[in-house]
């Protein structure tokens, strides 16, 4: 967000959804993955379970995987609307469109946690998970095939009348991208998050033995998503990499101007 004091053009409703799911990415990275190499380390050393731990770390990674579908939900309603409704983007977002998905971005992954604890023992808890999961994944699948099915329309009648004027061609080119970048994000979300969620769709029971190798090897790139998202935005859209470029030369400026008083 920082990157909006250099890029005025980042001050849109989709970079402040893509700032919140930034928030949830910080939560894997600066909380759940030191977290998870606590438990490898009591479980390596000191022939720990860790219970304490693993506790406190299951919470905050289910937290945050429903904050980055969740987010990804949104983000995918924001474009589906940008693209079908843009003359009425503008106010949607700005009235309450935005702070209503916000809001449920993050509401959500707090419901189901405390609905898995409130739940009674007897019903399998890890169906809770994977059918709140599939149904935010549900919204993203059919929002974005409703965009990417709307975008070929569009262009199928624009290739016909040949009459649309360059800045429309200029407009198409860009929606396309952007449709394209959701759908990397889409995919490698899909390729990390789903062996993790299949793992636990089994009545309640994991597929594989808990803290095994394979789970854990599993759980590492479930995580592993929140440190890509970073790179997916910055390698497909300019304006980020423009921000990025002025943020780490202000930073590199007040290094040496230190460094030239001392």
Not at 163 to 173: I, W
Not at 205 to 215: K, S
Request: overall charge positive; some cysteine; hydrophobic content about 50%.
């Amino acid at each position: 967000m920082c990157g909006s004091c250099y890029k005025p053009r980042l001050r849109r409703s989709l970079n402040y959804l893509l700032f919140s799911s930034a928030i949830a990415d910080l939560l894997v990275t600066m909380v759940c993955e030191p977290l998870l190499v606590a438990i490898l380390g009591k479980i390596t050393f000191f022939n720990d379970c860790a219970a304490n731990v693993e506790r406190i770390y299951k919470t905050l990674s289910r937290v945050s995987c429903f904050a980055s579908v969740a987010h990804m939900a949104a983000i995918s309603v924001d474009r589906f609307i940008s693209v079908v409704y843009p003359l009425r983007y503008k106010s949607i977002m700005e009235s309450r469109g935005l702070k209503i998905m916000l809001t449920a971005s993050w509401l959500f992954p707090f419901t189901v946690p405390i609905l898995s604890v409130s739940i009674p023992d007897s019903f399998p808890k890890a169906l809770l998970a994977v059918g709140a999961f599939t149904f935010m994944y549900a919204i993203i699948v059919v929002f974005y095939s409703l965009l990417v099915a709307f975008l070929v329309k569009r262009r199928k009648q624009r290739n016909k009348l040949r009459a649309h004027s360059s800045g429309n061609a200029n407009q198409s080119s860009v929606e396309i991208r952007v449709a394209f970048t959701l759908a990397i994000v889409i995919s490698i979300f899909t390729a990390c998050w789903f062996p993790l969620m299949i793992s636990f769709f089994a009545a309640g029971e994991t597929l594989v033995r808990p803290q095994g190798t394979a789970h854990m090897w599993i759980r590492t790139v479930a995580l592993s998503n929140s440190a890509m998202n970073f790179l997916i935005y910055t390698l497909r859209m300019p304006d980020f990499r423009q921000a990025y470029v002025a943020i780490c030369s202000k930073v590199c400026s007040l290094i040496r101007g230190r460094k030239g008083r001392c």
